[in-house]
């Protein structure tokens, strides 16, 4: 049973644009919820997170938006970069526990 | 930089043969985690480390076993490496303090070839 999907694979969008990423959980536990970024032949890198008492968080061109009657996140890109072209992967946590749950990655590609 | 490093970056190895990777940290970090990353499954949490000699299993333990007798190492064993372990394995830490308590970072990765 996966507990944190990333029902789409892939998502393509023209530079300037919106890119809009989601996440779905289903253990209701889950209290933080953070998104990674990854480049090929690196390890994932940090991009932001939310805590489950928000229900938005904006850091520069990135806003997470947290839904939690829905159990769903969303990653907001705006404006959207060729340089934002990776793998983004959600995650979820319960804020002391000692690991996290990842979903399995949605490829962004911004086309210029 | 979080001061991780992965030892070796790329290994081939044959079915049968036991192999250890290495991950190392600079920052005296409790927490250490060891993932495999495959088409289509993300990032699966093997082991993690909560403290020297404290391990315990994540959701793709099986095949794998893990040692941590000092702080900076975390050291990952495929006792008899098998075709289905031919992966890129990422060794993580967790911050310490404040919101970073649930961040965490990443090594570079070891691409690991089983034949």
């Known amino acids: 049973d996966q507990q944190v999907k990333q029902n789409s694979p892939s998502l393509s969008v023209q530079e300037g644009r919106i890119s809009i990423l989601n996440c779905d959980y289903t253990?209701?536990?889950?209290?933080?919820f953070l998104w990674y970024k990854k480049y090929p032949a690196e390890g994932p890198t940090f991009l932001i997170s939310?805590?489950?008492?928000?229900d938005k968080n904006e850091d520069g061109r990135f806003t997470v938006f947290l839904n939690k009657s829905a159990k769903h996140l969303s990653l907001h890109i705006v404006p959207s970069q060729p340089g934002d072209s990776a793998v983004y992967f959600c995650?979820?946590?319960?804020?002391?526990?000692?690991?996290?749950?990842f979903g399995d990655g949605t490829t962004l590609t911004v086309k210029p | 930089d979080a001061g991780i490093t992965q030892s070796p970056r790329h290994k081939v190895t044959e079915t049968g043969t036991p192999v250890t990777l290495r991950c190392h940290q600079t920052?005296?970090?409790?927490?250490m985690y060891w993932y495999r990353q495959d088409p289509g499954h993300g990032l699966r949490l093997i082991h993690y480390?909560?403290?020297?000699?404290?391990?315990d299993k994540g959701e793709v333990s099986d095949g794998y076993s893990v040692s941590r007798s000092k702080t900076e190492d975390f050291l990952l064993t495929l006792e008899s490496a098998t075709s289905s372990q031919t992966s890129v394995y990422f060794c993580?830490?967790?911050?310490?303090?404040?919101?970073?308590?649930?961040?965490?970072?990443f090594g570079p990765g070891t691409r690991l070839t089983v034949l």
């Open positions: 993580a830490i967790r911050g310490t303090s404040g919101r970073s308590r649930n961040e965490q970072f």
């Open positions: 253990n209701s536990m889950f209290d933080y």
């Open positions: 939310i805590s489950s008492i928000k």
């Open positions: 995650a979820a946590s319960t804020f002391n526990a000692g690991k996290s749950t």
């Open positions: 920052e005296n970090h409790r927490y």
């Open positions: 480390s909560y403290g020297v000699k404290d391990t």
